[in-house]
């Protein structure tokens, strides 16, 4: 047994000697620009739904019974942040509005911050399926 253990040990420290071998690895530079690419396009996809359609966030700023009031607001909205879109959706008994198109919550809470200046009523930020087209560096 004593002599088994010997050879064993004889045998692990010839193989070991023999690993001490360096390797190199030579990489296209191409694969950088594949991975950077991928990886883009991964954190684009995980915003989508299975459909296509981009997942972010609104604003709603009003929930009421009286569809003349959902559409002031919206006309009002409108006249006050022209570059924001407006929607008005009707979920039984209620009309909501709510307002923009945000792919991130940081740019909710901005406009958000901005709204309250003029819109004196409480907003709320609310996950949505939004209109959005990536720019061509996404």
């Known amino acids: 047994m004593n002599r088994g253990l010997m050879v064993f040990c004889m045998w692990l420290f010839f193989i ?6 360096t390797i190199t690895v030579h ?4 694969l950088d620009i594949l991975t950077a690419k991928q990886s883009a396009i991964n954190r684009l996809t995980a915003k989508m ?3 296509g359609q981009f997942r972010g966030y609104r604003l709603q700023v009003l929930t009421s019974r009286s569809r003349d009031e959902a559409f ?5 909205f ?3 942040s022209p570059d924001q879109k407006a929607y008005v959706l009707y979920q039984s008994p209620n009309f909501k509005v709510r ?3 945000f792919l991130e919550k940081a740019d909710a809470e901005k406009f958000k911050n901005e709204l309250t200046k003029w819109y004196n ?6 996950e949505d399926i939004i209109e959005y087209t990536p720019k061509e560096e996404e």
């Open 16 to 21: 070991s000697s023999f690993a001490q071998d």
């Open 27 to 30: 990489k296209d530079p191409r």
């Open 49 to 51: 739904t299975g459909s």
């Open 72 to 76: 002031n607001t919206k006309a009002a």
């Open 78 to 80: 409108l006249q006050n």
């Open 99 to 101: 307002i923009g198109n």
């Open 121 to 126: 009523k409480p907003a709320y930020i609310v």
